[in-house]
């Protein structure tokens, strides 16, 4: 689809589903990886904090599980024109309908995603050695994936 047939409104619509799918699939990539490298890193320790981390991830996992159905269901309903051609819609009506429950969709997951990343920055970062990987520290780009999905509506202002 070229981008210079939308409408400024379908043009922010199309830029909306794009760097959230992306940020959200990079969020729940590092949530995943890091969880995987800790469970083989630190099988041997046993420890309240283990527990803790290791339930803040769960909790953090499901709820980005639940952001990803949640936008799922969303572009299904509101952003293709039909499932088996899904092509997105381009009626100035359908645009602006799609970018106001997607609105809705953001209000709603806000606190979730703030409450399960605040659980999980709450608690003592591991050691670095068990979350070190080749291409940094895989604690810290968690955090930050984190973080950039959370704030996607700062970084698509105007």
């Known amino acids: 689809m070229r981008m210079s047939l939308l409408t400024e409104a379908g043009q922010a619509l ?58 799922r269901a969303w572009r299904y309903r509101y952003f293709y024109e039909s499932v088996e051609e899904k092509r997105m819609k ?24 703030h409450d399960a990343l605040s659980t999980l920055l709450d608690l003592p970062r591991p050691q670095r050695e068990l979350t070190r990987i080749p291409q940094g520290d895989l604690w810290d780009m968690t955090a930050q994936a984190l973080l950039d999905f959370a704030e996607l509506d700062t970084a698509l202002s105007p």
């Open 14 to 71: 199309w830029r909306l589903n794009q760097e959230y799918a992306q940020r959200l699939t990079h969020a729940r990539n590092c949530v995943s990886l890091l969880a995987d490298l800790l469970a083989v890193r630190d099988e041997t320790t046993s420890t309240a904090y283990s527990y803790a981390l290791q339930i803040a991830l769960e909790r953090l996992n499901a709820t980005l599980t639940s952001c990803y159905e949640d936008h």
């Open 90 to 113: 381009q009626a100035d009506a359908d645009v602006f309908r799609a970018l106001s429950q997607f609105s809705r969709i953001r209000l709603r997951q806000f606190p979730l995603v």
